[in-house]
T-cell receptor
Framework: DTAVSQTPKYLVTQMGNDKSIKCEQN?????MYWYKQDSKKFLKIMFS???????INETVPNRFSPKSPDKAHLNLHINSLELGDSAVYFC???????????????FGSGTRLTVV | GESVGLHLPTLSVQEGDNSIINCAYS??????FIWYKQESGKGPQFIID?????DKRQGQRVTVLLNKTVKHLSLQIAATQPGDSAVYFC?????FGGGGGNKLTFGTGTQLKVEL
């Protein structure tokens, strides 16, 4: 019954490979996000989708391609992985326009990607 | 550039003492601020939020203070407990709902260590 679930939790792969991370939310939210957390714990938004439409794309290399098949799912595909892609990737969701506390902003537990 | 930053990377306190974690922001247009707690291996968890038309908000054992004059906010934790040990982030959002994707801009994080 996890609200925002990501798979896999850990991912170790070699440079040059292509990999995907999946995210699903069961909160009925209309907006989903991918954030990247580096080794110094700095969190930065990568993408945001609202009702399957891309609305934020923050200076992310073209090797990263998000896909939202429906508003409950937002996957992240990464091509030609590089050492610098090693980080923890967090999925999150919220309800656009909800002005109650925190807009319902909920994070998943993260996917630790290690590129070797 | 615009940023949300923290003064101290690590804060050590004795169990039972009060903790104060500080955050500075640079964008005067910021109108909503959130404090998150991140435990090891987990995603950020909402603690408390405050809107720019307020200068103080209290929760259970936590208080957030906002000083718009100097663009500073703080998180106060009363009677700090071992379970409070985590990384704490402030985050900023510009504009309520209505599009823009509810992007959060995070500060760099403060590691709170509670000593027994």
């Amino acid at each position: 019954d996890t609200a925002v679930s990501q798979t896999p939790k850990y991912l170790v792969t070699q440079m040059g490979n292509d990999k995907s991370i999946k995210c699903e939310q069961n909160l009925g939210h209309d907006t989903m996000y991918w954030y990247k957390q580096d080794s110094k714990k700095f969190l930065k938004i990568m993408f945001s989708y609202n009702n399957k439409e891309l609305i934020i794309n923050e200076t992310v290399p073209n090797r990263f391609s998000p896909k939202s098949p429906d508003k409950a799912h937002l996957n992240l595909h990464i091509n030609s992985l590089e050492l610098g892609d090693s980080a923890v990737y967090f999925c999150a969701s919220s309800q656009e326009g909800q002005v109650t506390s925190n807009y319902g902003y909920t994070f998943g537990s993260g996917t630790r990607l290690t590129v070797v | 550039g615009e940023s949300v930053g923290l003064h101290l990377p690590t804060l050590s306190v004795q169990e039972g003492d009060n903790s104060i974690i500080n955050c500075a922001y640079s964008n005067s247009a910021s109108d909503y601020f959130i404090w998150y707690k991140q435990e090891s291996g987990k995603g950020p968890q909402f603690i408390i939020d405050i809107r720019s038309n307020m200068d103080k908000r209290q929760g259970q054992r936590v208080t957030v203070l906002l000083n718009k004059t100097v663009k500073h906010l703080s998180l106060q934790i009363a009677a700090t407990q071992p379970g409070d040990s985590a990384v704490y982030f402030c985050a900023e959002k510009r504009g309520f709902g209505g599009g823009g994707g509810n992007k959060l801009t995070f500060g760099t994080g403060t590691q709170l260590k509670v000593e027994l």
